[in-house]
């Protein structure tokens, strides 16, 4: 493969390319999926192939193959410049590489995702007892129309390289798994999900990640609670309260509201068109109140089982963990080493690509709030009159990521520091610095867990890339609830 | 591309003498060019091809499956192998039929020469004209340009052998003010139909007049949707309750309404996946023909889609609809039925209400009902007394597309392709519906 990585990078110099990089993917995914006491998919999937960027007169090209040979690394060198020189007829002179990309980038090296069971060495027949172990236990509940489990596993093998000397290798494992139970009667509609919602939890983990969320554990319960809730009283309407947020939905609460929030290539308008952009512009970097004290948000591709945890970002550029918002101060992007040189900072290491044939962005990493000092128990007592809301339902963000609404899976009445009554389907809305500048409590370290968010989708085309958030439970005040009739 | 000769050959002898029960392969093969905008300049500019064969074994009720794109002989008998082994494991599923035989898929137009071959001198010099008409409007331009083809094959062991190649082409506009933004879209399967300075024009000019956005208390307004918004609904619609699994389950919107005038008599929703006026696919991923399902029929809700699975389970014939290897059966080349007024006229009829581009991060808050939430985007504007008065700052609505659509007043006379990335395409036409419920407004 050197050699085939060679070729690639001197086709690329001699075409004119003042730049260029180059990246080898092999990706291994097995996907079981059981629903309704069938294995509805087994299913392993293969994907290997190469993409390369080149940059000429300031214009970037790219072109990728699944041909992994000398020829076909050459034929797509030779793409990527015949692109960029076609994007710098139209853009016009641009700046050198030096001007568009920084200080060089030549780390060397390799990163495995440390594991202790490497989950393609476990047999299928493990995998799938316990999917069905963990069906038999949601099916013994009456009114369950439909009910779902199912486990994933991916080992991605990257080899990065660029025109600047560097060369790393990378092999990350994931592992997820998850069960839903829906339930149907009294005109209505009710599901439950656990660890989280969108299917499953998935972290950078071995065969070990997935015993321990004990799928067959909780299944009963998530499905007797999918059924409770179908008699529960609804959310109610169109109220101001104090809401207390579960963990695995204020993770998806970072990812929409902060995570793309803190896109520095959104916040130049680079994804105008399809993202959007978004209201934290660079003349508000360290200028800006995002949230309240107790709100301290980093970006850490150092995170132990992080879906975002990697050796080096697809510039080259090491693992690291870099701060967001400090003290509810914005006080940090995500960056790219061009879009951090525009503001004339350093790369914080995040251009993630989802595949060989896709360009890297600007993505998450693991973008977490670090946690506080409250008891969940003492942060309920100390709330009057609130709700407490549980695993996400629904989810929206505008394109400036100010206004936002989200659903959640089941809620509880807080009356005088105490849970109540079981509520059904739950949303709040707000406006984002609004809302986090109103967060004034933050549970401590051994409420925290880091919640996987596989399924973020940007770009065009389009790229879904895996990224983690952790959190723990925390107070919200004066949050409007009940949107949904 | 890779043609109809060397997929069939290559199929047919990764399936031969391995005596596996019923095995079918589904290939994929995607070119695609994109180049894509933003500031007034190309930002981005890729190219990309794949292909991926999708493997089935199945016998005694069992199937396995194995995903490759290494299509050496070698790499794909592999794939048998392992979805073999993985059909071995499985227990029985007393509800699975054979893998399906079915008769020969007709033909449809559905690629263009020039667009196969457009390069990337061609997308960068309409992109280049874009980016200098909204330069000149004050204003920037983000988007991008693209140009691919796909290709489509099955092989079975059960004779179902099929093979369709489609181009497809597509032009998406976002011009920005500093407090405005204008949209565009179009596509389709030949390129030369995309009218790229009508595009450049439309979005242009929506940012321009979307200067100075007003205030707007959230309430129920009745609104006149842009063909772009009502390609949205029935997006919706389809991935949240037009495949017949959804129904089986009862997850869908439709569970409670089969049979019923759910909608306003205006409103017809069928699926046609051999009607070249969308982007026409012949057959579905397991071979079977495409056939035109009726959705809605003058606002009475008919049924879902189904692939062989949800067709045997309900005593009924496939209607083609299983749209990828796993997962179940979708409607993905949809029809809205056009009305007999303008946009203009829909506009005229109303007195004091709102006209919407497009909507924006739409999800599911409820499936009973289809209850979305989303956002306005790229266009927003007050109408009073038939005219469009004034902008106003983006919405959030949370609405049930069903309710909404039982309110239809009129639609436009004419339908758009609304071609998606994924290869979803919907025909619909512009929307005056009486009430939409907007629940908040962003800053």
């Known amino acids: ?485 | 591309m890779l043609g109809p000769d060397h997929i069939r050959s290559l199929l047919r002898d990764s399936l031969r003498n391995l005596h596996l029960g019923d095995a079918d392969i589904y290939l994929t093969a995607t070119t695609q060019a994109l180049t894509r905008f933003a500031n007034n300049r190309i930002h981005q500019n890729v190219y990309h091809d794949d292909a991926v064969a999708h493997i089935r074994i199945a016998y005694q009720k069992r199937q396995g499956r194995a995903v490759t794109n290494n299509l050496s002989l070698d790499g794909l008998r592999s794939a048998v192998v392992q979805a073999r082994e993985h059909a071995g494991l499985m227990p029985e599923d007393p509800d699975f039929p054979r893998l399906p035989q079915a008769p020969k898929a007709a033909s449809v137009d559905a690629y263009d020469e020039a667009t196969a071959n457009a390069g990337p001198e061609h997308r960068a010099a309409i992109v280049g004209m874009v980016c200098r008409k909204a330069a000149d409007a004050g204003l920037e331009a983000a988007g991008f340009y693209r140009t691919g083809v796909t290709e489509l094959a099955v092989f079975s062991t059960r004779g179902r052998h099929c093979y369709h190649a489609g181009t497809f082409a597509g032009l998406l506009i976002t011009a920005r003010s500093d407090d405005s933004a204008g949209w565009s879209k179009g596509g389709g399967w030949r390129m030369g139909e995309i009218d790229a300075e009508a595009l450049a024009d439309e979005a242009i000019g929506k940012a321009v007049r979307g200067r100075n956005p007003q205030d707007l208390e959230p309430g129920e307004y009745p609104v006149v949707l842009e063909h772009y918004a009502v390609d949205d609904m029935l997006e919706a619609l389809s991935f949240y309750g037009m495949g017949a699994h959804m129904v089986q389950d009862g997850r869908s919107w439709m569970s409670d309404v089969q049979g019923q005038p759910a909608m306003s008599p205006l409103v017809s929703i069928w699926d046609d996946g051999l009607d070249s006026s969308g982007w026409p696919v012949p057959f579905d991923a397991e071979g079977v023909p495409r056939q035109r399902v009726d959705i809605v029929a003058d606002g009475v809700v008919q049924g879902p889609v189904h692939n062989s699975y949800t067709a045997a389970k309900a005593g009924l014939a496939s209607t083609g609809h299983q749209r990828g290897a796993t997962g179940g059966p979708t409607a993905t080349n949809l029809f809205m039925k056009p009305g007999v007024q303008t946009t203009e006229e829909l506009i005229a009829s109303v007195d004091r209400g709102l006209y919407i581009t497009r909507f924006y991060y739409t999800r599911l808050a409820h499936n009973r009902g289809c209850v979305m939430t989303g956002m306005t985007r790229d266009g927003t504007f007050l109408i009073e007394n038939g005219e469009l008065a004034s902008p106003v700052k983006n919405l959030r609505f949370t609405q049930s597309y069903v309710d909404a659509l039982a309110g239809c007043i009129a639609l436009s006379d004419t339908a758009h392709l609304n071609l998606n990335e994924a290869g979803v395409a919907m025909h619909v036409p512009a929307a005056l519906l009486e009430s939409w419920r907007f629940t908040g407004q962003t800053v």
């Open chain 1, 1 to 485: 493969m050197d050699e085939l990585i060679a070729t690639a990078l001197d086709t690329a110099r001699q075409r004119g390319a003042e730049y260029a990089d180059i990246r080898l993917v092999s990706n291994r995914e097995q996907r079981i999926v059981v629903r309704n006491g069938v294995v509805e998919t087994m299913t392993a999937d293969e994907s290997v192939g190469l993409g390369i960027r080149a940059l000429y007169n300031g214009a970037w090209g790219f072109a990728s193959t699944r041909e992994l040979t000398n020829a076909g690394a050459d034929e797509a060198a030779g793409q990527a410049v015949q692109i960029a020189r076609a994007s710098a007829g139209q853009n016009g002179a641009g700046l050198s590489a030096a001007q568009l990309l920084g200080a060089p980038v030549a780390s060397q090296g390799s990163y495995t995702t440390p594991v202790a069971i490497d989950p393609f060495a476990v047999a299928l027949e493990d995998k799938l007892a316990l999917l069905l172990a963990a069906d038999t236990e949601m099916a013994s509940v009456p009114q369950v129309s439909a009910r779902m489990a199912n486990v994933v596993f991916i080992r991605e093998e990257r080899t990065f390289a660029n025109t600047e000397g560097a060369h790393v290798s990378q092999t990350i494992y994931e592992a997820g798994g998850g069960v839903q139970a829906t339930a149907v009667g009294n005109g209505e509609t009710q599901r439950r999900s656990y660890p989280q919602s969108h299917g499953r939890q998935q972290g950078c983990g071995g065969w070990e990640y997935v015993l321990d969320m004990d799928l067959a554990g909780n299944a009963r319960r998530i499905a007797e609670e999918a059924v409770e809730l179908l008699t529960a009283d609804a959310c109610p309407v169109d109220i101001t309260t104090d809401l207390i947020i579960d963990s695995s939905q204020l993770a998806l609460q970072i990812h929409e509201s902060c995570g793309h929030a803190v896109e520095l290539d959104r916040a130049l308008g680079d994804e105008a068109a399809f993202a959007g952009t978004s209201f934290l512009t660079p003349g508000l970097l360290n200028n800006f109140q995002y949230g309240s004290d107790q709100v301290n948000i980093v970006a850490d591709s150092t995170s132990d089982t992080g879906l975002g945890t990697f050796g080096w970002d697809d510039e080259g550029l090491p693992a690291q963990s870099t701060d967001i918002i400090r003290d509810g101060q914005f006080v940090g992007y995500l960056m790219s080493r061009e879009s951090a040189t525009r503001l004339g900072l350093a790369s914080n290491g995040c251009m993630r690509a989802s595949s060989w044939n896709r360009i890297p962005l600007i993505r998450m990493t693991n973008v977490s709030l670090l946690p506080g000092q409250w008891d969940l128990d003492d942060l309920i007592a100390d709330t009057d009159d609130g709700i407490y809301i549980e695993t996400n339902r629904s989810w929206s963000i505008d394109d400036r990521r100010y206004n936002f609404q989200f659903g959640a899976e089941l809620g509880r009445e807080i009356k005088n520091g105490k849970l109540g009554r079981l509520l059904r389907n739950c949303t709040y809305t707000g406006i984002t610095p609004e809302f986090w500048r109103n967060c004034d409590a933050v549970c401590g370290p051994e409420h925290w867990e880091l919640w996987g968010t596989p399924r973020c989708g940007k770009g065009q085309p389009g790229q879904i890339a895996h990224t983690s958030h952790g959190a723990s439970p925390s107070r919200f005040r004066n949050v409007r609830v009940g949107v949904m009739r």
